[in-house]
C-alpha cells in the first residue's frame, strides 16, 4: 500500500465517521508511515454511559473495515 492509498482509507473512514456520528476525528500520528495511522476521535456529553457505548460503536465500526486492521485503541472518560 502506498501513502497515498493509506491516505485514501483513512480519508475514507474519517469522513464516514465524522459523517454519522456526533465526534471530532483526526490523524493524530504515523502520518508518513504506509501501514499505519493513528485516529483521535473526541466526543462530548454529559453522559458518561452514552460515550463510552459510542465510542465502543465507532471501534466496532472501524474492525469492519475490510482494509483495516485494528491493533490497539483506549477509551478515555474525563
Given at each position: 500500500m502506498s501513502l497515498k492509498d493509506k491516505r485514501r482509507v483513512v480519508k475514507s473512514i474519517k469522513d464516514r465517521i465524522a459523517h454519522g456520528h456526533n465526534v471530532s476525528?483526526?490523524?493524530v500520528g504515523a502520518l508518513d508511515e504506509h501501514r499505519r495511522s493513528v485516529l483521535g476521535m473526541a466526543m462530548?456529553?454529559?453522559d458518561a454511559r452514552y460515550v463510552e457505548g459510542a465510542l465502543s460503536k465507532l471501534v466496532d465500526f472501524v474492525r469492519s473495515v475490510p482494509q483495516v486492521d485494528l491493533?490497539?485503541?483506549q477509551i478515555e472518560l474525563l
Open positions: 476525528i483526526a490523524e462530548v456529553a454529559n491493533l490497539d485503541y
